[in-house]
């Protein structure tokens, strides 16, 4: 049975920087993944904060904000068969240290911090991060 879901994917700002936009494009539409919606948009640490709340009592959450905010990024809707967890295995591990061989992230992160991309964890919150860009 087949199960379409809709994702929220980011290019951080360490990807847009290097030039790595097309590329990490490619690695989604090249895996089923479709592009519905896409922005590049340069957002405030205020709208920041606000995305990354789930993230606000840990240690690194300001650094976080600062980062995302500190140049432009794209955002975009990925559509697919099971999209949310898809689009994770594509990524690879939060950690580039420690994610598999041909994830975006160990092709392309530079730290934990400047680790390429971001995809929603699960469907709840992939609707939330839908919702906190696309709303109409
Ligand atoms: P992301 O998937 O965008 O979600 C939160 C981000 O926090 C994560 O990617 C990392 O870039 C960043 N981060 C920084 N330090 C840590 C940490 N110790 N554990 C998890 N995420 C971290």
Redo the contacts with the bound molecule.
């Keep these: 049975m087949s199960n379409i879901e809709q994702t929220l994917s980011i290019i951080k700002p360490d990807a847009v920087e290097r030039n790595l936009i097309e590329k990490i494009k490619s690695i989604f539409t090249k895996n089923n993944l479709t592009i519905k919606e896409d922005k590049k948009i340069h957002i405030t640490k205020d709208e920041a904060a606000e995305f990354?709340k789930v993230?606000q009592s840990k240690p690194?959450y300001n650094d976080?904000c600062t980062y995302l905010s500190s140049g432009p990024i794209v955002v975009m809707i990925l559509e697919g068969e099971n999209a949310v967890v898809h689009n994770r295995k594509l990524m690879g591990a939060?950690n580039p240290k420690n994610a598999e061989e041909n994830t975006i992230r160990k092709l392309y992160g530079i730290s934990?911090?400047k680790?390429s991309v971001?995809?929603s964890d699960s469907i709840d919150n992939a609707k939330k991060e839908i919702n906190f860009f696309f709303k109409s």
């Design positions: 990354y993230h690194f976080l939060t934990i911090d680790n971001h995809g």
